[in-house]
């Protein structure tokens, strides 16, 4: 968790696919046959990721994400698709994308977060962003820059919920590790309810390499969420180009990457646990930090 809290009031003052042995045993009476099944298709397309549920199923259509296939729920005798699913194969059809209709036994069987709400997709592989392109934009468009970076989170769901949290808050690139660090797979797109397709995402070889550069060749300022603090979290300044640092769910913040702070912020608590979910942690300084440089407008 990223752990933060009331310490440090000091004013702010600065400038797998496996094949399984079946569990039966071959008839005596006839041969084994191999017969396709409706979740070998992940197989057959080479590199691809799988999308899961409503949100992100439609978020990815309306984005212009590439789909190779899109599994959607067989209602069980006369009973007619719901008009979230209707919606989804219309824009499927008009796309020509190809669409199989799935048992809920099937579906659940292809899921991996046991929660594909009648719909499941094989798409291209998310790529990532590049974080020079992310910083020009800004700099084109005339405006500073609020760039997000998690440092080793390794839970599919905060990631997931981060990313919402940026989107929301008009974050314009979230930077991961390529190690140590979850990735864009299903899971995060489910957590995400479609906010993967809007949020560009940089992965970096050296995170805090990448802070350094980001000071020096940028002039970012770099903030940190730690329970030893500088500042709580309503007093800092959240002014141009920055970075917000948020540690991983159990450690929080390596030294090597703490290093690179020009200030850390905390979050006061009352209550009897010290420390709180990554993302809820991202969701309270984002939004602080979205607030302040909105009126400084």
């Given at each position: 968790m990223?752990?933060?809290?009331?310490?440090?009031?000091?004013?702010?003052?600065?400038?797998?696919?496996?094949?399984?042995?079946?569990?039966?045993?071959?008839?005596?009476?006839?041969?084994?046959?191999?017969?396709?099944?409706?979740?070998?298709?992940?197989?057959?397309?080479?590199?691809?990721?799988?999308?899961?549920?409503?949100?992100?199923?439609?978020?990815?259509?309306?984005?212009?994400?590439?789909?190779?296939k899109?599994?959607?729920?067989?209602?069980?005798?006369?009973?007619?698709?719901?008009?979230?699913?209707?919606?989804?194969?219309?824009?499927?059809?008009?796309?020509?994308?190809?669409?199989t209709?799935?048992t809920?036994?099937?579906?659940?069987?292809?899921?991996?977060?046991?929660?594909?709400q009648?719909?499941?997709?094989?798409?291209?592989?998310?790529?990532?962003?590049?974080?020079?392109?992310?910083?020009?934009?800004?700099?084109?468009?005339?405006?500073?820059?609020?760039?997000v970076?998690l440092?080793?989170?390794?839970?599919?769901?905060?990631?997931?919920?981060?990313?919402?949290?940026?989107?929301?808050?008009?974050?314009?690139?979230?930077?991961?590790?390529?190690?140590?660090?979850?990735?864009?797979?299903?899971?995060?797109?489910?957590?995400?309810?479609?906010?993967?397709?809007?949020?560009?995402?940089?992965?970096?070889?050296?995170?805090?390499?990448?802070l350094?550069?980001?000071?020096?060749?940028?002039?970012?300022?770099?903030?940190?969420?730690?329970?030893?603090?500088?500042?709580?979290?309503?007093d800092?300044?959240?002014?141009?180009?920055?970075?917000?640092?948020?540690?991983?769910?159990?450690?929080?913040?390596?030294?090597?990457?703490?290093?690179?702070?020009?200030?850390t912020?905390s979050?006061?608590?009352?209550?009897?646990?010290?420390?709180?979910n990554?993302?809820?942690?991202?969701?309270?300084?984002?939004?602080?930090?979205?607030?302040?440089?909105?009126?400084?407008?």
């Amino acid at each position: 968790m990223a752990k933060l809290d009331n310490k440090g009031k000091k004013r702010f003052d600065q400038g797998k696919k496996s094949g399984r042995p079946s569990n039966g045993r071959p008839s005596n009476n006839r041969p084994q046959v191999d017969r396709p099944r409706e979740d070998d298709a992940f197989a057959e397309e080479g590199s691809t990721d799988k999308l899961e549920g409503r949100n992100a199923v439609t978020e990815a259509l309306a984005a212009g994400r590439d789909f190779n296939k899109i599994w959607i729920l067989k209602p069980d005798g006369d009973k007619p698709l719901d008009h979230g699913l209707i919606r989804i194969l219309d824009e499927a059809n008009k796309r020509g994308i190809i669409v199989t209709r799935a048992t809920r036994q099937v579906l659940d069987k292809m899921s991996s977060t046991h929660n594909h709400q009648g719909v499941i997709a094989s798409v291209a592989p998310h790529s990532y962003a590049d974080l020079d392109e992310i910083i020009a934009k800004c700099r084109e468009e005339g405006r500073p820059a609020l760039l997000v970076a998690l440092d080793e989170i390794k839970d599919a769901y905060n990631l997931g919920s981060i990313l919402r949290i940026s989107d929301c808050c008009g974050v314009d690139g979230v930077i991961i590790p390529e190690r140590r660090s979850v990735g864009l797979d299903s899971m995060v797109a489910k957590a995400s309810a479609g906010a993967i397709e809007y949020v560009p995402v940089a992965r970096v070889t050296n995170l805090a390499q990448t802070l350094t550069r980001l000071k020096e060749k940028e002039n970012f300022w770099v903030c940190g969420t730690d329970m030893n603090a500088d500042y709580e979290y309503h007093d800092a300044d959240y002014s141009g180009n920055l970075v917000v640092i948020i540690g991983s769910e159990g450690d929080g913040m390596r030294d090597g990457v703490r290093k690179c702070c020009d200030f850390t912020v905390s979050i006061p608590m009352t209550g009897h646990v010290n420390s709180l979910n990554a993302a809820v942690a991202a969701g309270v300084v984002l939004f602080e930090a979205q607030a302040k440089r909105h009126k400084d407008q």
